[in-house]
């Protein structure tokens, strides 16, 4: 497979593409045969892997992680490089799957040529809030920690949120089902219940009146004079004092 991919790279400015591709793709084939050589001799056995370091010659890249970071280092040039430190401190998750999200931020981390340390800080800037809250809190990862941990921890912290969701439904669903109903009785001018009033304590018709502001008189029955002020009563007297 890393052959065929190989083959792929093609042409380019200046030919350097091609010549790149056939370098390794005749770097691989030697190997190859080299590796068919051994296994005729030795009754079609696997060399051990201290066995395969002895071959003259050897695979161009361990893996498919070595080919990539191959290619970024003999094709980037400064604008390359530029272009993704721009997107790496650009992009934001925000309510897209983390998965997607993921895609994008590695490979503009990887064309940055940061340091972890400095992938790690993008990272927890762009990631969701939410998930980023999470993994200091919980999965108390440090900038020392691989990049590649970091998302391993979100797609956990995800995958659990989904399951959860799936079994008990989601927080905000249950929120609205729990919330408490109005107890209240009253009825309002519009024929639904209301808020209850207090109900007024009785005026005892026996105790002093002390809160009136102005008083009764009990013989002539106005207000506005106390009935030993009575103007009434004072003419009364009178006629009877001349009599």
């Not at 066995?51 to 010659?57: E, L, M, P, V, Y």
């Not at 980023?132 to 998302?151: F, M, Y």
């Not at 959860?164 to 309002?188: E, I, L």
Request: charged fraction near 30%.
């Amino acid at each position: 497979m890393m052959t065929l991919a190989l083959q792929k790279i093609k042409k380019g400015k200046g030919n350097r593409a091609q010549e790149w591709a056939d370098m390794h793709i005749k770097s691989m084939l030697q190997y190859q045969v080299e590796l068919r050589d051994w296994k005729l001799a030795n009754g079609d056995q696997e060399p051990t892997t201290a066995q395969k370091a002895a071959f003259t010659h050897q695979p161009p890249f361990a893996s498919w992680v070595d080919m990539s970071n191959e290619l970024l280092r003999f094709f980037q040039t400064t604008e390359t490089q530029s272009k993704a430190i721009e997107k790496l401190n650009s992009i934001r998750q925000g309510t897209h799957d983390f998965e997607d999200y993921w895609m994008e931020f590695k490979v503009a981390a990887t064309a940055s040529q940061f340091d972890n340390a400095a992938i790690v800080n993008a990272f927890k800037e762009t990631v969701n809030p939410g998930l980023g809250r999470k993994l200091v809190e919980t999965a108390r990862l440090t900038i020392s920690d691989p990049i590649q941990i970091w998302a391993d921890r979100v797609t956990e912290f995800e995958r659990a949120k989904r399951d959860a969701d799936r079994q008990y439904g989601r927080t905000s669903d249950r929120g609205k089902q729990d919330k408490p109903k109005p107890t209240s009785s009253t009825p309002t001018s519009h024929g639904t219940a209301g808020p209850s009033k207090p109900t007024p304590t009785p005026r005892d018709e026996n105790a002093m009146d002390i809160d009136r502001k102005e008083g009764r008189c009990y013989k002539c029955h106005e207000k506005g004079h106390r009935f030993f002020e009575c103007p009434n009563a004072q003419e009364k007297k009178k006629v009877f004092t001349n009599r």
